[in-house]
């Protein structure tokens, strides 16, 4: 990892102490999780961009989800009395896993992190916000 870079763990850190998913968050993950969006030919890499770049985290994280190897399922989103909760499940369907954020943005994120290291790097540990 190049100096200056996020880890998951590190994302995940920021997110969970309150942070909002900013731009350079949504760019570190797509690198650490080898998204083909993070490829300027990939057929969606333009639009991903572009959402990026207009401030639309929650529609960019969709396209995110979608792009993932192996793909996402947002399985559910609910509003609960502490922010939102999100489900996600790798394709096929895997066991889901869950994340709780003030905003949904954040549940989102959390959640495709969680689901990132439960399929293919080291898992991340449960802390205050995050729901197995």
Partial sequence: MAHG???LFDLNDRILLGGKVREEHVW???KLSESPLSNRHH???KRFSALLEAGAIFEALLLLAQDLTPPAELCSFQRVCDGWV???AARPLSKPVKA???T???AIF?????LSSATTRPRIPSK???IS
């Fill in 104 to 106: 949904l943005e954040g």
């Fill in 28 to 30: 570190s993950y797509v």
């Fill in 43 to 45: 057929p969606s890499s």
């Fill in 100 to 102: 709780l954020h003030q």
């Fill in 128 to 130: 205050q916000g995050a």
């Fill in 86 to 88: 999100c489900a996600a």
């Fill in 110 to 114: 959390l959640t495709l992190l969680k």
């Fill in 5 to 7: 870079e996020l880890s």
